[in-house]
């Protein structure tokens, strides 16, 4: 059974960065999945932010590309987001999944975590 | 980036009724594979989103064979037959064509 789940702050300042964190169990992450990060402000609709293969290898929306950075622990089954220079904007649920290219989609998905960017 | 379009936003339905959902892509999403880059995902309340279809009409596992999902290059539909009061919640469509992968706006499916 794949589970994804996420974990981080659930407040972060503005101006600072946002760090958040998806433990992966019931598969290895270094099998031939993307690794995904995608977000919800709340009551809006869903924004794909990024993915990174096990070797690490990155793809990143290029309206958050200058702010975001994805990596991988393989040691500890998990990967990372991390997003920088955060305003209000970037309050939302922020949901780890996994993305196979077999079928190409989204087909597991964490929990997902609120994270709040407020003074 | 592809811009997903989904029409009704809002989708009263009676118990036992059929529903259908459009999602509108800005370029086509039929690969020369043959397969169509198109996904479609429900958000149920207080939940995160869940996978009902990819590849345009393939059921996910476990997914009732009351959900169907059909369409050519940029126009595609979701079926709902026979809804139930499960099936509450908002319906995403998603393309998987290319990077950055984008989603509709979400269709919200209500019981009457």
């Known amino acids: 059974q794949v589970q994804l789940q996420e974990s981080g702050p659930g407040l972060v300042k503005p101006s600072g960065t946002l760090s958040l964190t998806c433990v992966v169990s019931?598969?290895?992450?270094?099998?031939?999945?993307?690794w995904t990060w995608v977000r919800q402000p709340p009551g809006k609709g869903l924004e794909w932010i990024g993915e990174?293969?096990?070797?690490?290898?990155?793809n990143y929306n290029p309206s958050l590309k200058s702010r975001v950075t994805i990596s991988v622990d393989k040691s500890k089954n998990q990967f990372s987001l991390k997003l920088n220079s955060v305003t209000a904007a970037d309050t939302a649920v922020y949901y780890c999944?996994?993305?196979?290219?077999?079928?190409?989609?989204?087909?597991?998905w964490g929990q997902g975590t609120l994270v709040t960017v407020s003074a | 980036d592809i811009v997903m379009t989904q029409s009704p936003l809002s989708l009263p339905v009676t118990p036992g009724e059929s529903a259908s959902i459009s999602c509108r892509s800005s370029?086509?999403?039929?690969?020369?594979?043959?397969?169509?880059?198109l996904d479609w995902f429900l958000q149920k309340p207080g939940q995160s989103p869940q996978l009902l279809i990819y590849?345009?009409?393939n059921r996910a596992s476990g997914v009732p064979d009351r959900f169907s999902g059909s369409g050519s290059g940029t126009e595609f539909t979701l079926k709902i037959s026979r809804v139930e009061a499960e099936d509450v919640g908002v319906y995403y469509c998603?393309?998987?064509?290319?990077?950055?992968?984008?989603f509709g706006q979400g269709t919200n499916l209500e019981i009457k």
């Open positions: 999944a996994r993305w196979t290219t077999l079928t190409a989609t989204l087909d597991y």
């Open positions: 019931g598969v290895s992450i270094s099998t031939s999945h993307w």
């Open positions: 990174i293969f096990p070797g690490g290898t990155t």
């Open positions: 370029q086509s999403l039929l690969h020369s594979n043959g397969n169509k880059y």
């Open positions: 590849l345009g009409s």
């Open positions: 998603m393309h998987a064509l290319e990077t950055p992968y984008t």
